[in-house]
């Protein structure tokens, strides 16, 4: 084990953190502010993927279809809030998953009517290809730091929204107490369709990044809403920071675990257990990480409550 | 005086209506595959083939018409069961066949077979089926699960590559598999990662696997975790490094997604689009006129499965009654398989050969297609076989 790939592993943890991010960000917007458990945000991450894939072939050029993508999944976010949720704020959390999971059936049968059933092929332009030498002997893929850098600048757009705007003081005073909040005459219901369209915007950002890597296909979503839950229940629900620290962590804890967990155990018990033993732990390292903060801190590391 | 009448009335018409009747018997086959979820591309692909052997059979098989009733196992072993209880019971079927999973295979077997009807399995090769649980009843059109494996492990081994790294996901499908590679690859396994099933980010794995700078490496990642695989593997500039070895993982159900990540990828299977056999070669042509996309091995094996059906039907002229002359016509398979000549087992598996593909550049639509570069493994028969007591 070499210091150069400790540091490489380092950088995959961190790249495959930003991208649970994405997704993060949305959700615990949307479970924070309004406290509606939307297990559908996987579908919206999936939209996003689709679009851009179906626009990018359509405009011929990658940044018109991105944006469209993007605009698209902010529309069909809101229309999903309009349409469907709307109904579900004082309905108990059960309720929620269920029509929310309805969703996600809906939506994956939807994508399998236009499309069809098998994965989409989902182009890159030519500069984003290819791969850059970090160090001798190694190559990174150029897609992936690209992944890192739209990562880290949402998150910095953000931040600067939540505390420095008007709309993101909204969004925080009704993350606290949104009964005050609408008491002092804040149009609440214009305000949720508005976060949650911003979060369905994250997630089909997360899936437009996700697909020329990823599959992109009906039920694509589903394979790492796990992730985004374990991340914002160790970020602290509602909070973006908690977030950003928790998909960070997570990415890092499970790039690492995955990497060196088995190499590790087998200098200290027998190399056929640890052939065993390693895979197994290694997947559930971030659901144990996930348990010792609850066990820590019940509320998150960041929460807004 | 009208009684008699009325009754002579009614005698008559059911005098002339039984033998009509029995004119139009219809042979019903129940076809279980998976047509929701993300493998409902691989049921796709199945149900269009058979439907492609219905209107080469011109729905008839034998003189008699043939209706094929298809079920959606949604990848479940209870709801394949529960399928083909109710093919059986309230649809009547004389046959059963299809079914992509090993699991659902295991559970629907017995029911099949204990009503006393035939099995023909389009996909699945569980290993006991082919061991010491084999059944005269059933039939395999497709393969034993390790039979790929280990037809690239003896290419791997007869090429001298000398070390290997082994990587497949972590349940026993990918177990299974890596123990068929070993059976016959005898070089030096540099690692054997095993994966979370259904993991979508492989990047932490390929920069070990790079850190270890391997001749070649092994991998069995079958559908979407494939395309995220490949793809991976290619941008991190390994494709033109490491060559990339693997089987059922790139084929023509995940090409199009992959594209140009795919050439230069090998893989082994008993069949492949441009195998030069006649029934295959009008199999495939039929096929892309009729659908418009290239087949896979997924549907060229159902395809097959239908033909192997309509060979036994046809030798005992329809008498579906006389399940042992059934089961021995079906033995001959005796038809133009569109994998050539080939004849079953002890065990009721084919004994057949398999190639060596490659991903090429190609002029079709997604500019790649799956080309064959040598008989990896002749006449193979399956590791399992000894194990079954069925002599004949």
Redesign the interface.
């Known amino acids: 084990m070499?210091w150069g790939?400790v540091f490489?592993?380092l950088l995959?943890?961190l790249?495959?953190g930003v991208?649970l991010f994405l997704m993060a960000a949305g959700l615990t917007l949307v479970l924070g502010i309004m406290n509606m458990v939307n297990l559908a945000h996987g579908s919206l991450y999936m939209v996003g993927a689709y679009l851009a894939v179906a626009l990018t072939g359509w405009t011929g050029s990658y940044f018109a279809g991105v944006a469209l993508a993007l605009l698209g999944t902010l529309l069909v976010g809101m229309a999903m809030e309009v349409v469907a949720l709307r109904t579900l704020y004082h309905r108990d959390h059960l309720d929620q998953v269920l029509a929310t999971f309805g969703l996600i059936l809906f939506f994956?049968e939807l994508v399998?009517m236009i499309w069809?059933?098998?994965?989409?092929?989902?182009a890159l332009p030519a500069w984003l290809?290819?791969?850059i030498e970090l160090f001798t002997?190694?190559?990174?893929?150029v897609?992936?730091i690209a992944i890192l850098v739209v990562g880290l600048t949402t998150a910095i757009v953000l931040w600067y929204v939540v505390t420095r705007t008007r709309l993101g003081m909204l969004v925080r005073a009704g993350a606290s107490n949104r009964t005050m909040v609408a008491a002092l005459g804040v149009n609440i219901k214009l305000l949720y369709t508005v976060v949650f369209g911003l979060g369905a915007a994250l997630a089909g950002l997360a899936g437009l990044m996700?697909g020329?890597?990823?599959?992109?296909?009906?039920?694509?979503g589903e394979?790492?809403l796990i992730q985004v839950f374990v991340v914002i229940v160790i970020g602290g629900i509602g909070s973006v920071r908690g977030a950003l620290v928790g998909a960070i962590v997570v990415g890092v804890v499970?790039?690492?675990g995955?990497?060196f967990l088995?190499p590790l155990l087998a200098s200290v018990i027998s190399p056929p257990a640890a052939?065993a033993a390693g895979?197994?732990l290694?997947?559930m390292l971030i659901y144990l990480l996930m348990a010792v903060v609850l066990a820590v801190r019940p509320a998150g590391l960041f929460s807004s409550r | 005086m009208i009684k008699p009448i009325l009754a002579g009335v009614l005698a008559a018409s059911v005098a002339i209506t039984l033998p009509a009747a029995a004119q139009q018997q219809k042979i019903k086959i129940g076809f279980i595959t998976t047509l929701s979820g993300p493998p409902a591309i691989i049921g796709k692909h199945m149900k269009d083939s058979v439907d492609l052997a219905l209107d080469h059979l011109g729905h008839k098989m034998g003189g008699h018409a043939v209706e094929v009733i298809y079920g959606d196992d949604q990848f479940k072993p209870e709801v394949g069961v529960q399928l083909a209880e109710e093919m059986l019971k309230k649809n009547q079927v004389d046959f059963m066949a299809g079914i992509i999973w090993s699991n659902v295979m295991m559970a629907v077997v017995p029911v099949v077979t204990g009503a006393g009807h035939i099995m023909v399995g389009a996909n699945a090769g569980a290993s006991p089926l082919a061991g010491s649980q084999c059944n005269e009843l059933y039939f395999s059109a497709s393969w034993n699960n390790d039979q790929s494996p280990e037809a690239l492990g003896k290419y791997l081994n007869d090429k001298g590559i000398g070390e290997l790294y082994v990587m497949a996901p972590n349940y026993q499908a990918g177990k299974d598999m890596v123990a068929g590679l070993k059976r016959y690859y005898k070089g030096k396994i540099v690692d054997e990662v095993y994966t979370k099933f259904q993991q979508t980010d492989y990047q932490a794995e390929i920069s070990q696997l790079r850190a270890k700078n391997p001749k070649a490496v092994f991998v069995f990642y079958p559908g979407g975790m494939g395309i995220q695989f490949v793809k991976q593997y290619v941008q991190a500039g390994l494709r033109d490094q490491i060559p990339l070895y693997s089987v059922f993982t790139v084929d023509e159900t995940t090409l199009p997604a992959l594209r140009e990540a795919a050439i230069g990828q090998y893989e082994a299977r008993f069949w492949s689009p441009d195998l030069d056999i006649p029934a295959s070669k009008k199999y495939v042509a039929d096929f892309e006129k009729k659908y418009g996309y290239i087949p896979s091995y997924y549907g060229a094996q159902s395809y097959d499965a239908i033909m192997l059906i309509d060979s036994a039907v046809r030798a005992t002229k329809g008498n579906l009654k006389d399940t042992k002359a059934l089961v021995a016509a079906m033995r001959k398979a005796n038809y133009d398989s569109i994998r050539g000549k080939f004849q079953f087992n002890n065990n009721q598996h084919p004994i057949q050969d398999f190639y060596l593909l490659q991903a090429v550049k190609a002029s079709n639509k997604d500019g790649v297609a799956m080309k064959i570069v040598q008989k990896a493994f002749e006449k193979h028969q399956d590791a399992y076989h000894q194990d079954c007591k069925m002599k004949w």
């Open positions: 070499t790939l490489e592993q995959n943890g790249q495959y991208m994956n399998s069809g059933r098998g994965a989409q092929y989902a290809q290819g791969h002997g190694s190559r990174y893929p897609y992936r996700a020329p890597i990823y599959a992109v296909q009906p039920g694509m394979l790492i499970d790039t690492l995955r990497a088995k052939e895979p197994a290694a997947s």
